[in-house]
């Protein structure tokens, strides 16, 4: 239990600035949306989406299977886009079409991967010592 909760506290700054460089790199998807949003408002979007993807990804990856599937993993890109447009319709001062959402969910899905991956290898770091 501790060290899911070391990995949340882990994903949810950088979390945080995957969503800053989404917005930065990729804009609103609006043609006239301005982002004026401070860095407490990008905390509070990656807290939300840290969220978010810890309790409702589960249950929306099971009832999406079918379409994982049928598209061979594609899928699970939408499903990703569609967590982040969420998170960021739930941040006041924060939001995006859902066509970014997606491109901001590559971003972020590669963030999860590699905190992913580095707390795992200090895991069998420490079991080998």
Same mark, same amino acid.
């Given at each position: ?61 099971? $009832? ?18 569609? $967590? ?9 001062? $924060? ?35």
């Amino acid at each position: 239990m501790q060290r899911q909760f070391l990995i949340f506290l882990i994903r949810w700054p950088l979390n945080s600035l995957g969503l800053w460089i989404a917005v930065r790199l990729l804009g609103t998807g609006y043609s006239d949306a301005q982002v004026d949003a401070s860095i407490g408002v990008f905390l509070l979007a990656g807290l939300i989406f840290s969220i978010i993807n810890s309790i409702l990804k589960p249950i929306v990856v099971i $009832l999406s299977l079918p379409a994982i599937l049928l598209t061979l993993g594609l899928f699970v890109l939408v499903v990703n886009g569609f $967590l982040v447009y969420i998170s960021l319709q739930l941040t006041p001062g $924060l939001e995006m079409s859902f066509g970014n959402s997606i491109l901001a969910g590559i971003i972020l899905a590669l963030i999860n991967y590699v905190v992913s991956s580095v707390v795992e290898m200090n895991v069998r770091r420490k079991e080998m010592s």
